[in-house]
């Protein structure tokens, strides 16, 4: 059972209406976590924060993106960021069949320089920031730049805000289950 009730634009506090309102116009619904995370203000300035600078200053396209947020989502079990981002992942080019892979930690075909990034976003996600030197040196062997494995742990960490967040108030699921998960198909 949801810990916070879910506001819509009109009843949530003033600070949170002009965002509140901008997440509904670009999901063309106030999703339930926005709706609770509208109830402070700081919760839902800091989460929309760092959507924009990650907007504004990211250099990983859509895909990237989207296969470190499954990645990530599945590391914390958080079944509504998995369920989001299986349909964002998709859309970002993914089929079906990569995300449940990206998910569950497996390597897809030609992608194996991704597969390191996401082995770097696993561990930052599951050792509370530690990644082991093996892994590390993958990365930047794989080719990927130290500013490239910087800006990872914005996007890990963007994961993390909302895995937690979703733990934390129990939000329910109004966006389609991912597969494999509770209510979702595989």
Same mark, same amino acid.
């Given at each position: 059972?949801?810990?916070?009730?879910?506001?819509?634009?009109?009843?949530?506090?003033?600070?949170?209406?002009?965002?509140?309102?901008?997440?509904?116009?670009?999901?063309?619904?106030?999703?339930?976590?926005?709706?609770?995370?509208?109830?402070?203000?700081?919760?839902?300035?800091?989460?929309?924060?760092?959507?924009?600078?990650?907007?504004?200053?990211?250099?990983?396209?859509?895909?990237?993106?989207?296969? !470190? #947020?499954?990645? +990530? =989502?599945? @590391? *914390?079990?958080?079944?509504?960021? /998995?369920?989001?981002?299986?349909?964002?992942?998709?859309?970002?080019?993914?089929?079906?069949?990569?995300?449940?892979?990206?998910?569950?930690?497996?390597?897809?075909?030609?992608?194996?320089?991704?597969?390191?990034?996401?082995?770097?976003?696993?561990? !930052? #996600?599951?050792? +509370? =920031?530690? @990644? *082991?030197?093996?892994?590390?040196? /993958?990365?930047?062997?794989?080719?990927?730049?130290?500013?490239?494995?910087?800006?990872?742990?914005?996007?890990?960490?963007?994961?993390?805000?909302?895995?937690?967040?979703?733990?934390?108030?129990?939000?329910?699921?109004?966006?389609?289950?991912?597969?494999?998960?509770?209510?979702?198909?595989?």
């Amino acid at each position: 059972m949801p810990r916070f009730p879910v506001h819509a634009v009109d009843d949530a506090p003033e600070a949170s209406r002009e965002s509140l309102r901008k997440l509904q116009t670009k999901f063309g619904k106030v999703l339930n976590i926005h709706g609770e995370m509208a109830h402070a203000p700081v919760v839902l300035a800091a989460y929309t924060g760092i959507q924009q600078a990650i907007a504004e200053h990211g250099s990983f396209d859509a895909r990237i993106r989207e296969a !470190i #947020a499954l990645a +990530v =989502g599945a @590391v *914390d079990n958080c079944a509504y960021c /998995q369920s989001a981002h299986t349909a964002a992942g998709r859309q970002a080019g993914w089929s079906l069949e990569q995300t449940i892979a990206l998910r569950g930690g497996k390597q897809i075909d030609g992608e194996d320089k991704l597969g390191t990034l996401l082995a770097v976003a696993r561990q !930052i #996600a599951g050792n +509370v =920031g530690e @990644v *082991d030197e093996g892994t590390w040196q /993958q990365a930047l062997q794989a080719g990927w730049a130290v500013g490239e494995l910087s800006e990872l742990f914005t996007h890990v960490v963007a994961n993390l805000f909302t895995n937690y967040f979703n733990h934390y108030a129990h939000t329910e699921l109004d966006i389609p289950a991912a597969p494999g998960l509770a209510g979702g198909t595989v």
